[in-house]
């Protein structure tokens, strides 16, 4: 029988759970929110949703597009959340010279710790 796939609770405990031990390492994950009233005329778009950007460091998840929980406990991403890819970067992050070392590409190929390691 099929494993089914993770959901996105699963999927972000894994990766902060990796990135715990790479503080040399970022994980950027890109994708789409359903917008909460798609008719009310807000940023989103027509298909009723908006992009998200959300960095993984350290063992935590971050927004930098939209508000979370103040609980850490609580994911980052609402199920609903759609990541369309991933991008493992140097950390710390220099916005003026930003070294991607992975990707863009799936989440799921940043499960394994291997795709963490040094090039």
């Keep these: 029988m099929p494993s ?3 959901t996105v609770a699963e999927l972000l405990a894994a990766l902060e759970e990796l990135s715990r031990s790479r503080a040399d390492r970022v ?3 890109r994708g789409r929110l359903p917008v909460p009233d798609a008719t009310s ?3 989103g778009g027509a298909d009723g ?3 998200f950007e959300l960095l ?3 063992g935590f998840s971050s927004s930098v597009s939209h508000p979370t ?4 406990d609580q994911p980052a991403l609402p199920e609903s959340a759609v990541i369309e890819t991933a991008e493992l970067l140097q950390a710390p992050l220099n916005p003026a010279a930003e070294q991607r070392l992975a990707g863009p590409g799936p989440v799921q190929e940043f499960l394994s710790p291997e795709r963490w390691q040094p090039a």
């Design 4 to 6: 089914q796939p993770p």
């Design 27 to 29: 994980l950027r994950l």
């Design 41 to 43: 005329g807000g940023p």
């Design 49 to 51: 949703f908006e992009p």
């Design 56 to 58: 993984i460091f350290r």
């Design 69 to 72: 929980a103040f609980d850490p």
